[in-house]
């Protein structure tokens, strides 16, 4: 083999190490949630590919709550959606779900949600971009999307974008939009976004799971009226 021969073939071999090491970082995780088995790829270098105890607890409570919580044919957004277990769940439960989040992380997103939803639920979800706070008139003009349900799990986690995520939550939420919404308390900073998060909506504890140190929340904006917040600001 010539000199250059050795080099393609050495381009060849990091490039197979590449994917070798990438792969060995991806792995798959099977749940049982609505009378299906859920096959997800996660990724462990990535927050946003991996499905953390929030979307789990979630998912379990719109399992066993299908009755109060009816999503048979609702118009449901998942913000930060991530791996999209609870995407998934609430598409297996009947609902018109679009999952969102950003860009990069749309792929994986969309794998999950088609191979574990394909032929198998009576919408077929729809997978979306959104960046919190970027261009929300634009993709998600108010004058024609209505929400039933916003879900969201984990989203307040180590990132700068809380004043974004406000937003978001207040753009997409008319006066009868239901927030379905576990959190995981960490951070101090983080903590504070529920205060804030306050001004805009009504917040109801439904579930609590100290061990975990999770709560889940059921939200409802206020009166535009009463909600005048000077700056969403965290």
Known sequence: VGVGGWASLSTLVLSLLSVITCVARIYFTSFHFAGHEIRITEAIDCYGAVVWPSALVLCYFLENNSKQYN????NVIEIGAGTGLVSIVASLLGALVTATDLPELLGNLQHNVFRNTKMKCKHQP???????GVDLEKNFPRSSCHFDYIMAADVVYHHPFLDELLLTFDHLCKNDTVILWAMRFRLEKENQFVGRFQTLFNLEVLSDFPSLNITLY???RKSRMTARPSKLMV
């Open 71 to 74: 999503l048979v044919d609702k």
């Open 126 to 132: 729809h997978v979306k971009e959104l960046s919190w």
């Open 218 to 220: 059921k939200a409802m």
